[in-house]
């Protein structure tokens, strides 16, 4: 089974701060990595797929990025609507989430 | 609006049994493979099962393997998940997923909690 392991498991931050998150799969999963949001509550939300493709409709401030088995989500600039906890996810064999990061605004 | 509309949860006893549906409406449903997800009280989420577009091709959670099965009707757009010889830990809310083109994630349904508790 393929591990996902991801970084901070909190964080906090202000306004307009950039901020980024890391998921560390356990061996090679080439790009296939999505990363959700999730609001509590509500059922999670596609923001990024194979690594670094934006879903439509989600905003520019979000970005995916990897190197090797790391992979990266980034918020440029943290709006209060950002508050929420996001998961990586892996699909390149079955599917295994990492454990989550909740994201506070100071 | 293109979304999924599930129905089904509740609570159940131990080594019962419970039934979710999920409805898709407005999108073609039998393009895509349909997954179920769950997420326990507190905890992160964890893929249960999925199947092929056909029906034809299944995959299930190991710990489920036995206990759950699912299944699809193309005709009426709609996605199950039987759960029989429920457990205390399968306790979790379970959303229907679409799989989008590459696999990933890409439609939710609302959730349904599912409470086994004795």
């Known amino acids: 089974d393929i591990q996902m392991t991801q970084s901070p498991s909190t964080l906090s931050a202000f306004v307009g701060d950039r901020v980024t998150i890391t998921c560390r799969a356990s061996?090679?999963?080439?790009?296939?990595l999505a990363w959700y949001q999730q609001k509590p509550g509500k059922a999670p939300k596609l923001l990024i797929y194979?690594?670094?493709t934006l879903q439509s409709g989600v905003p520019s401030r979000f970005s995916g990025s990897e190197s090797g088995t790391e992979f990266t989500l980034t918020i440029s600039s943290l709006q209060p609507e950002d508050s929420a906890t996001y998961y990586c996810q892996q699909y390149k064999t079955h599917y295994s989430f990492g454990q989550g990061t909740k994201v506070e605004i100071k | 609006e293109v979304q999924l509309v599930q129905s089904g949860g509740g609570l159940v006893q131990p080594g019962g049994s419970l039934r979710l549906s999920c409805v898709d409406y407005g999108s073609t449903f039998r393009s895509y493979w349909m997954s179920w997800v769950r997420q326990a009280p507190g905890k992160g989420l964890e893929w249960v099962a999925n199947i092929r577009q056909d029906g034809r091709e299944k995959y299930l959670l190991a710990s489920v393997v036995g206990r759950f099965s699912i299944s699809r009707d193309n005709a009426k757009n709609s996605v199950y998940l039987q759960m029989n010889s429920l457990r205390v830990e399968d306790t979790a809310v379970y959303y229907c997923v679409r799989e989008g083109g590459g696999a990933f994630f890409d439609l939710w349904g609302q959730g349904a909690l599912v409470t086994v508790s004795s």
């Open positions: 061996q090679s999963i080439s790009s296939w």
């Open positions: 194979k690594a670094s």
